[in-house]
C-alpha cells in the first residue's frame, strides 16, 4: 500500500493552558521550528501525501504559519468548540480524500518520521482495524495507559483521570497516533460519549469501540521513548529543545565540525555546517544559515538567515542578520551586519562596524567604528576608522557610491546622496555633500585656527 494513499489528520486546536502563554501551544518552538511545522514535516518526510490540520485556538495564526511554509496536500478543518480530541478529529472528516488516515497530536516536535513509516509499514503488513503507536517512557504520569489482558490484548485506552489504582502502575502508555481507515473512523468517531471525568470526547475510545465491535488491533510500540514525548509546558520545551540540540550537535560532529563546548551552542533546524568549520562557545546559528567548509566562528556570536562562504573568519562578538559573506574574509570582533548586507570575498569588516543594506566588493576594508547605511563600496576600498556614511535625512534613505580603490580618511562624513569616485581620496575629518570625481581629494572642513594663550 502505497504511504502517499495516506492523509495525516493533525491535532492542533487546543490552547495548552500548561504553556501559560496566549500564543497557540503548536506555535512553541524548538530549535527555531514550531511544533505544527516539525509535525507537517515529520508525516511529510514520512511519505504521507495529504495532510489535515485541525485549527481552534489561535486559528488565523496557525493557519498563516502553515501556508507560510508552502506545504503541497495541506489544508485546515476548524474546530469550532473545545469538546475533546475525538471532537477534532471528526472535524477534519469532511476534509478526508483519502481511504487511509494516521491521526496525530501537533504537540509532539521530537516526532520521528521513522516511528510514522514503520507504524504505517506495520499497519499495511499486518491488516489490523485500528494501529496505534506506543512507548513506556521513565515517567508516565500523565498519559493515558494501554491496558491488555493476560494474552498480551489490547483492551483499552485508559486517560489517567479515569485510571484506578492498580491501572495507573500500567508503564505502557498512549502515544496519541492511531492508523486507520476512513470507514473506520467515521464509525468510530459516532460512537463517543462525554461520560468521563472532563466530559470530552476522547479520541482514545475509538480502541476500547474496536475492541467491543470484533475489530482487529494492534500497538506498536516504538523503540524510543524520547521522540513521541509532548510538549505541554514550558518545561517541557525546555527538556526537549534541550534534546534536540544536543542531537544536531552530534550529527554535526560525525560530519567533521568541531566545537569549542558543544553543550554551549544552539542551532537551529535546518541550519547548514560544512565540515572543517570551527563553533566557538555561546554561539547562534538561527534561520536559513549556512558556514561553508572551514568557517570558523568565534564565540557569543549571533548569525541568522545568514550565508557565510568558505575560509571566513568570524571573531567574538559579532551579530549577523539576513546576509551574505564572501570567501577568505575577516569580520569582528563585535561587527553588526544587518539586513541586505552582502561582502564580496577577501573583505575585512572590523570592530565596533555597523552595515545595513550595503555591498562591499572584494578587498573591500573597514577596519574600525563605522556606520555604512544603504551604500555600494567597490572593490579594495579603504574606508578609514569613525566613517559615517549619513544615509537618513530624517524622511527617506538615501544611496552612497564608493568608487574602486576610494580611501576615505578617519571621521568622515558621507551625506547621501553621495558619489566618491574612484581612487579618489578623502581628507580625515571631513564633511563630504557632492560628488568627489576619480582620483581627486575631497575635502571638507574648517581651517585650523590656533588663539594663543587661549587657556589662560
Partial sequence: ?????????????????????????????????????RSILAVKSAGVGLVTVVVGTGRNLVEAEIARHGFSGVDSAHQVS?????????????????????????????????????????????????LFISFKPEEVHGFGRVVRNESGEVQSICEEKDCSAEQKKIREVNAG?????????????????????????????IVSYAKATGKKIEAFCAPSPLSLAGANSRKDLSVLEAIRRRQIVEELMDKGVGFEDSNQVYIDEGVVI??????????????????????????????????????????????FEESEIGKDCSVGPFAHLRPGSKLGNNVKVGNFVETKKTILHDGVKAGHVSYLGDA?????????????????????????VIGKGAFIGSNSCLVAPVKIGDDAYIGAGSTITKKVPDRALGLGRARQTNKDDWSK
Fill in 1 to 37: 500500500m502505497n504511504r502517499m494513499n495516506f492523509q495525516a489528520i493533525i491535532l492542533a486546536a487546543g490552547q495548552g493552558t500548561r504553556m501559560r502563554s496566549k500564543l497557540p501551544k503548536v506555535l512553541h518552538k524548538v530549535c527555531g521550528q514550531t511544533l505544527i511545522h
Fill in 82 to 130: 473545545q469538546l475533546g480530541t475525538g471532537d477534532a478529529a471528526k472535524a477534519a472528516l469532511p476534509q478526508v480524500k483519502s481511504k487511509n488516515l494516521i491521526i496525530l497530536p501537533g504537540d509532539v516536535p521530537l516526532l520521528s518520521a521513522t516511528d510514522i513509516s514503520q507504524a504505517i509499514e506495520l499497519y499495511n503488513s499486518q491488516g489490523p482495524d485500528l
Fill in 177 to 205: 497516533i492511531y492508523i486507520c481507515s476512513k470507514t473506520f473512523l467515521v464509525d468510530a468517531l459516532e460512537s463517543l460519549n462525554t461520560d468521563n471525568a472532563q466530559g470530552e470526547f476522547y479520541l482514545t475510545d
Fill in 274 to 319: 560544512e565540515p572543517e568549520c570551527f563553533i566557538g562557545a555561546g554561539t547562534r546559528l538561527q534561520g536559513e544559515t549556512t558556514l561553508a567548509e572551514g568557517v570558523q566562528v568565534e564565540g557569543e556570536t549571533l548569525i541568522r538567515n545568514t550565508k557565510i562562504g568558505s575560509g571566513t573568519h568570524v571573531k567574538l562578538g559579532s551579530v
Fill in 376 to 400: 555600494e563600496i567597490h572593490p579594495e576600498a579603504n574606508i578609514g576608522a569613525g566613517t559615517i556614511i549619513c544615509n537618513y535625512d530624517g524622511k527617506n534613505k538615501h544611496q552612497t
